[in-house]
């Protein structure tokens, strides 16, 4: 289960974060205020996406964080490079594929994230 999302100079977001609790949790707020920004960082990091245009305008460093009930995985792009930390370990350019203890530590697939232009969702 994820207990905590951190996003630094993703999209819109200069930074956030959020503690989940167990259960049901509820992103609320106005039109482009950031909601699908943050599901688009869980993405990026639990499905492998490329950088693409997520990083903050005139920024260098991009840090998306989720910890879980298993750990902490942190996807970035920064001057130290690009890549994961997972598993207290750092994990460099990772272009190709994703780290296995990344994996392992979010146990999350396309099915646990669905965002609102995907057809499973749209269908639904």
Request: hydrophobic content about 35%.
């Amino acid at each position: 289960m994820i207990t905590e999302i951190r996003l630094q100079n993703h999209e819109i977001h200069k930074t956030f974060h959020a503690s989940l609790e167990p259960g049901l949790n509820i992103l609320i707020g106005r039109t482009d205020s950031g909601k699908s920004s943050i599901l688009r960082g869980i993405a990026w990091v639990a499905r492998h996406e490329t950088l693409g245009s997520r990083i903050s305008h005139g920024e260098s460093t991009l840090r998306v964080g989720i910890k879980t009930d298993l750990g902490s995985v942190v996807r970035f792009k920064s001057a130290e490079g690009y890549g994961y930390k997972a598993g207290g370990q750092t994990f460099l350019a990772c272009a190709q594929n994703q780290p296995k203890e990344v994996g392992d530590i979010l146990r999350l697939s396309d099915i646990n994230i669905q965002l609102q232009h995907d057809p499973p969702f749209l269908l639904g």
